[in-house]
């Protein structure tokens, strides 16, 4: 199976700040012969489900904010919020969906 | 606007059998595949399986293999996870998704708790 690992477990940044939030597969998730990378990431705040912001590690859904971005490639992946803001406090998961099963990582708490 | 709903959670003894239902509204169901997962406080979320479009395909992770089984009826735009010999471990919050390789539409959710 393909072990996420996210970093760091917690986040503190002030309003307005940048925050980025790392994640890691044990094994690459490019499938070369259409180089889309299977990664996706998901926002949780309390009492809800998750949400989708990110997928193929870079497109934002839509209705997600521009200051939600995804970057890397094969094993290294980053979701950066631009400009924090006081909605984004939540929990935040990488998950890949390379091959099953498909597998999360342990996810990130953002708070301000 | 995708609507899903899950229902069937429920208390249930170790050992015991439940069945969860997801339907689907506003959306073509039967061209995508179906995603379960489940979320609990100790163990983040986890993915539980998944079904292909037409239920020729299923896939699940290895601590409910032979234990859980996914089906699905397009006609209804439901899907199902039959759960037999449940164990506390399985004691979680269980979502309902949309799959396209990643899960854009979820449910609200529907908890199943194992306990005596």
């Known amino acids: 199976d393909i072990v996420m690992t996210q970093s760091p477990d917690s986040l503190a940044v002030s309003l307005g700040e940048r925050a980025t939030i790392n994640c890691k597969s044990s094994?690459?998730?490019?499938?070369?012969?259409?180089?889309?990378?299977?990664l996706a990431w998901y926002q949780q705040k309390p009492r809800q489900p998750p949400r989708l912001l990110i997928y193929?590690?870079?497109t934002r859904e839509s209705g997600v904010p521009d200051r939600f971005s995804g970057s890397g490639s094969g094993t290294d992946f980053a979701l950066t919020i631009s400009s924090l803001q006081a909605e984004d406090v939540a929990v935040y998961y990488c998950?890949?969906?390379?091959?099953?099963?498909?597998?999360f990582g342990q996810g990130t708490k953002l708070e301000i | 606007e995708v609507q899903v709903v899950e229902s069937g959670g429920d208390l249930v003894q170790p050992g015991g059998s439940l069945r969860l239902s997801c339907v689907v509204s506003?959306?073509?169901?039967?061209?995508?595949?179906m995603s379960w997962v489940r979320q609990t406080p100790g163990r983040g979320l986890e993915w539980v399986g998944n079904?292909?479009?037409?239920?020729?395909?299923?896939f699940y992770v290895d601590s409910v293999k032979g234990r859980f089984t996914i089906s699905r009826d397009n006609a209804r735009n439901s899907v199902y996870l039959q759960m037999n010999s449940l164990r506390a471990e399985d004691t979680a919050v269980y979502y309902c998704?949309?799959?396209?390789?990643?899960?854009?539409?979820w449910g609200q959710g529907t908890l199943v708790t194992v306990s005596s």
């Open positions: 998704a949309t799959d396209g390789g990643y899960l854009n539409h």
């Open positions: 506003r959306f073509t169901f039967s061209i995508y595949w």
């Open positions: 079904i292909s479009p037409d239920g020729g395909e299923k």
């Open positions: 094994q690459s998730v490019l499938y070369s012969s259409n180089n889309k990378n299977y």
């Open positions: 193929w590690a870079s």
């Open positions: 998950k890949q969906y390379y091959y099953p099963p498909h597998t």
